[in-house]
C-alpha cells in the first residue's frame, strides 16, 4: 500500500551547517516526490519536487536526492539558518494523474543559533 | 504574492453541529484541495475540486462531508454533523498547474475543535 514515512522525528542543526532530512517511501510506482515547509502555525509550504526518472534536483540552498533503489528520498539544505526552523514533509503523488498528495509524517528542523 | 486565503481560522462547535469552512483560492487557479491535519500527525488528503466537480476524493471524505464553489470564488467544505474525532486543521490548498506535480500552495488553515 502506499505509504510515505521519515527516519528522524527531530533533527537539530547548527546555524550555518548543512542539514540533510530523510524519507522512506514504499510505493515503487509514484510519479513526483516533493517536500513541503511547515513552520508553527501556517499551512505548508512548498520548497521542490522530483520525478521518479530523476535522481537529483537542485533549488536555492536545497537539493533533493531520489533513490529508487532503496526507496530513499532526502532533502539537503545547505548553509542553514534560523528561518529553516519548521517541520519538513515528504511527500508522493502515487502515480501518474492522481491528484491527491500523501505526506510523510514530518521531522521538525531546529536550527540552533 | 498571492495566496490562499481561509476563514475562520478557528471554530469550536458542539459535537453533531454543522460547519463550514471557507477558502478564497488563488484567482488564476482552477484545482482545489481540502486536507486536514489532527495535531501532532501528518496531513491527510480530503479531496480534490476541478470543474465544479469532485475529481477524487479519501475514505475520510464521507457521507457527512461536502464540498462547493457556490459563487465561483469561495470554495467551502461543509461538515454536516461534526464528531470529535474531526477536531483538526483543515486547510484547502490550490494550484493552477494542468499536471499535478504536487506543488500546491496551502492557505493557513482553519483550526476546528469539536466539543
Known sequence: GESVGLHLPTLSVQEGDNSIINCAYSNSASDYFIWYKQESGKGPQFIIDIRSNMDKRQGQRVTVLLNKTVKHLSLQIAATQPGDSAVYFCAEIPRFGNEKLTFGTGTRLTIIP | EPEVTQTPSHQVTQMGQEVILRCVPISNHLYFYWYRQILGQ?????????NNEISEKSEIFDDQFSVERPDGSN??????STKLEDSAMYF???????????E?????GS???VL
Open chain 2, 42 to 50: 501528518k496531513v491527510e488528503f480530503l479531496v480534490s475540486f476541478y
Open chain 2, 75 to 80: 470554495f467551502t467544505l461543509k461538515i454536516r
Open chain 2, 92 to 102: 484547502c490548498a490550490t494550484t493552477g498547474a494542468i499536471r499535478n506535480t504536487g
Open chain 2, 104 to 108: 500546491l500552495f496551502f492557505g493557513e
Open chain 2, 111 to 113: 483550526r476546528l475543535t
